[in-house]
């Protein structure tokens, strides 16, 4: 199986840019459509964005669109999530997840439970 270790979060200010990194290793990378989720304090982890095998698709949640882009390198086993003008609301703990599902975004709309592999989670604070 697939194993995920996320980097890159932080401390930023309101409308401030984040970019985080996820590895993967232990398995074929392009095996996966890959996402991030997060988790705020006292609420439930949430879908934030997702990709397909090879980046054909991806999916958005509403309170991310136009604001945050997700990507991966095939060649490098990593996916990235570029979150642009940051709000506080955006503070929360984020993982990578991964999900072989070939479903996913293309027929599926997928959530946070479509993902079956996690990370240990990156925390990113968002000052007013």
């Known amino acids: 199986q697939v194993q995920l270790v996320e980097s890159g979060g932080g401390l930023v200010q309101g409308g401030g840019s984040l970019r985080l990194s996820c590895a993967a290793s232990g398995d074929r990378f392009t095996d996966y459509q890959m996402a991030w989720l997060r988790q705020a304090p006292g609420k439930e982890r949430e879908l934030v964005a997702g990709?397909?095998?090879?980046?054909?698709?991806?999916y958005y949640a509403d309170f991310v669109k136009g604001r945050f882009t997700i990507s991966r390198d095939n060649a490098k086993n990593m996916v990235y999530l570029q979150m642009n003008d940051l709000k506080p609301e955006d503070t929360a703990v984020y993982y990578c997840?991964?999900?072989?599902?070939?479903?996913?975004?293309?027929?599926?709309?997928?959530?946070?439970?479509?993902?079956?592999?996690w990370g240990q989670g990156t925390q990113v604070t968002v000052s007013k």
């Open positions: 997840a991964a999900s072989k599902n070939v479903l996913l975004i293309v027929i599926q709309t997928p959530t946070a439970r479509s993902y079956d592999y």
């Open positions: 990709i397909t095998f090879s980046s054909e698709k991806s």
